[in-house]
């Protein structure tokens, strides 16, 4: 099912990167390329252009400023006028209002969605779910899904609304970027951030993930606190490509502009892949989650997910995330007289809930790989009926338990979403999500004694001792 464009990117079996989150970095794909102690002397070494992409504004403090120097055949600018994309579907959206979205505080969940049989390819299967705020006030986010059957072809899409942090859940993505190549699995994440060109190729046919795209800020490591120097995810963990070009001329080649939340296009004759050598500190970075080194409560309670964030945008409040990417990877439980699960909560921050494989601890059934949940600010949710009931049929006698096989992920933010037609009509929608605590009895008993108290779980009486306040 490959077509020309796959032959002419052809991955090899085991790609180079270079590694580190936040490092300035250089890649040549040929020796010497790189101009030495300027960025833009008068002509380049090999002929080639210098061309800067910025992240950040040019004047961002030094600690935040993101910003890479291309060095290419020809310069983006060599392109036809961009024209709106025919046809244009309102399937995108960057700017949440009410001509485009809804209000919903009731918990939300959907069945994965299926990959479609006609040809689609990684552009033409996006969606937004749903999001807040805009791309053109450079404040918010969307959440998108994408399920495509087929590699891009002649064609190459850019964002020039925010970043995307696109997590798969089935089938690999070849990512050619300007910076170079990435392959990205399943259980891995890939940032592709607001500008970059680049094109995915599905080596496995039919794929389908999550993404989140942020505006107006980047994706950053938590700080990590009392946890100190190291965990969670470690710096030297996240790849980011080597430089790779193709000199070929391509007649009638695409770049796909998301601009606003539309989709336009320009022409022009050659590949934007055409970068020989980079500098800097903006570039793509994938990150395999199994690297991922988790904290948790090792006595009692349940701690708080923010304890598993592998990366944070953040607002201009301290402490308060535009979007943190949060996961429930692989671990041991190990917490006495706990109820483990998630607690029963309500957050003023929005949850948006992915599961790449395996189960979730708060949920026995119809949390699906591949489906999704939306628990808006405030909206109550925590574990299903059967998994309370599961969790004290256990009672104290629970062991250390190693909850494995499992992925899931939460991206989490301080705006509230609205929710996209395309979700709140699609056939995956579970219309019956709310029966999932229907069934959660009261376990209500009045009376406690002296430091007795009734365990109704077990309808016997337990004295209470070695309380955690001694
Ligand atoms: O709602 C959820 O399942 C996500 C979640 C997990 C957890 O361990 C604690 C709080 C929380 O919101
Ligand atoms: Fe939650």
């Known amino acids: 099912m490959e077509s020309d464009s796959m032959k002419r990117t052809d991955f090899p079996a085991n790609l180079e990167y270079q590694s580190g989150f936040g490092n300035h970095l250089s890649s040549e794909a040929i020796a010497g390329a790189l101009p030495q102690g300027q960025n833009s002397p008068l002509v380049c070494p090999l002929g080639l252009y210098a061309e800067q992409i910025s992240g950040t504004s040019f004047t961002a403090p030094r600690k935040l400023n993101l910003r890479s120097w291309l060095y290419r055949i020809k310069p983006s600018v060599t392109h036809e006028p961009f024209k709106p994309r025919v046809p244009s579907h309102e399937r995108l959206v960057s700017e949440f209002n009410q001509s485009n979205s809804s209000a919903n505080p009731t918990q939300l969940r959907w069945k994965p969605v299926e990959i479609p049989e006609s040809p689609t390819d990684f552009i033409d299967g996006l969606h937004t779910v749903c999001g807040a705020g805009s791309s053109y006030l450079r404040h918010g986010y969307a959440i998108h899904m994408y399920t495509a059957n087929k590699s891009m072809d002649n064609c190459a899409f850019c964002n020039a609304d925010g970043d995307f942090l696109i997590v798969p859940q089935k089938g690999r993505l070849w990512i050619t970027t300007e910076c170079g190549k990435l392959q990205v699995c399943p259980g891995e994440i890939v940032v592709l951030p607001q500008g970059f060109r680049f094109t995915v190729n599905l080596p496995d046919g039919p794929s389908r993930g999550y993404i989140a795209e942020i505006f107006g800020t980047h994706f950053q490591l938590p700080d990590l606190g009392p946890i100190g120097a ?36 320009a022409k022009q004759d050659f590949s934007p892949f055409n970068v020989v050598a980079w500098h800097g500190n903006y570039v793509p970075f994938k990150y395999d989650l199994s690297k991922f ?30 979007l943190d990417f949060v996961i429930f990877p692989p671990r041991w439980l190990v917490a006495e007289n706990t109820f483990r699960p998630p607690y029963y909560h309500r957050n003023c921050m929005s949850e948006f809930m992915g599961l790449i494989y395996g189960g979730y601890e708060a949920k026995a059934d119809g949390f699906l790989p591949g489906g999704a949940s939306l628990h808006s600010c405030m909206t109550p949710h925590g574990p299903d009926t059967k998994t309370y009931e599961a969790t004290i049929a256990l009672g104290n006698e629970a062991g250390p338990r190693r909850i494995a096989d499992t992925m899931a992920f939460m991206f989490e933010s301080c705006l509230i979403p609205r929710v996209c037609p395309w ?3 699609s056939p995956f929608m579970d219309h019956d999500y709310y029966q999932c605590w229907i069934g959660l009895r009261s376990h209500f008993i009045r009376e406690t004694t002296n430091g007795q108290r009734r365990d109704v779980h077990k309808g016997h009486n337990e004295t209470v001792t070695g309380g955690h306040g001694e």
Do not use: M
Not at 236 to 259: H, N
Not at 303 to 321: E, M, Q, R
């Open 230 to 265: 190291n965990g969670l995810a470690a710096p030297r963990d996240f790849l980011v490509p080597t430089a790779w070009y193709e000199e070929s001329s391509c007649p009638g080649y695409t770049i796909v502009q998301k601009y606003g939340g539309e989709l336009f296009t």
């Open 293 to 322: 080194c988790p904290y948790n409560t090792v006595l009692f309670d349940h701690s708080d997910p923010s304890i598993n964030t592998v990366l944070t945008a953040p607002t201009d409040k301290l402490g308060v995330a535009l």
């Open 423 to 425: 979700a709140l009509e």
